[in-house]
């Protein structure tokens, strides 16, 4: 799994046309819009495409200014998979006073 949090800054004029084209990319997703071109989007892997492909892609859509990563998180399915043979953890990661 790879989430990519940004930040897209985009013409005001244009933002309509260039929300649409996010809107139609596998992979993203738009959260947020503000009135002066400021979107929160986020991007994830795809079968076929990497974050960081769709991402340089979105750049390359008319009236995008910037975009920013702000946010990554990467996880590795295969090692979140619980493993019955495992032993279970016995100590408890929180401070105890």
Known sequence: MNICGCLVHIVPDQAEAAAQSMR???GVEVHAQ????????????TSDRL?????MDLH???????LTLTYH???DLAEATPHP?????????????
């Open 24 to 26: 139609n990319t596998s």
């Open 34 to 45: 503000a009135e002066d071109g400021r979107f929160v989007v986020v991007v994830e892997d």
């Open 51 to 55: 974050a960081s492909e769709i991402i």
């Open 60 to 66: 390359q859509i008319p009236g995008v200014v910037s």
């Open 73 to 75: 998180h990467f996880e």
């Open 85 to 97: 043979d495992a032993p279970s953890q016995t100590t408890s990661r929180r401070l105890t006073l």
